[in-house]
């Protein structure tokens, strides 16, 4: 697993190929068993496929120029009526989306994160263009795409980061 967690990378470019919907439901399924608050699992998630949805997340998205390029995107949105206490939505939707990170390198897909919450302009844009209620708020988008190009892994330990028993 380290080796899949150190190869994570952004991927912003991706060959013209659609996602097979088997390694959809694998990184749903990877999201899905993420730990939450109280295991309330507040997750509620939008496969997007359709070209002229993919084109629109740029109008309101400006780190999202990949997306149209990209065979799919997920949009992690939280639940508020199933969460177990007001502000654990963001952490329990966030990692849903590491674990959806980690299974695009295991399934060799490339992905990038893209934050929406708490920008109230991306927020917005996902809630008019989903048609989201009231209750569901956009939390992250996920751009997924067979890799037109893989980043090196890079080793990020760092020992100066770790305090025992104090700072």
């Not at 697993?1 to 912003?12: A, G, H, N």
């Not at 999201?31 to 507040?42: E, G, K, L, T, V």
């Not at 120029?65 to 502000?87: D, F, H, R, T």
Request: with cysteine.
């Amino acid at each position: 697993m380290l080796r899949e967690i150190q190869t994570r990378r952004s991927v912003r470019k991706y060959r013209d190929e659609p996602i097979p919907s088997d390694k959809i439901e694998s990184l749903l399924r990877a999201a899905m068993q993420a730990p939450s608050a109280r295991n309330c699992q507040p997750w509620e998630f939008i496969v997007i496929t359709q070209q002229k949805l993919l084109n629109k997340i740029p109008e309101f998205h400006p780190y999202s120029k990949m997306v149209p390029n990209a065979g799919a995107a997920i949009l992690v949105c939280g639940n508020a009526k199933l969460q177990s206490e007001p502000g654990y939505i963001v952490q329990d939707c966030s990692a849903a989306v590491q674990n959806l990170l980690l299974e695009a390198v295991h399934q060799n897909l490339g992905a990038v994160w893209l934050g929406v919450y708490p920008r109230e302009e991306r927020m917005k844009g996902m809630v008019e263009l989903f048609d989201l209620p009231d209750h569901i708020i956009p939390v992250a988008l996920i751009s997924i795409g067979v890799p037109a190009e893989v980043p090196e892994p890079e080793d990020r330990f760092r020992k100066e980061k770790i305090h025992f028993d104090c700072w």
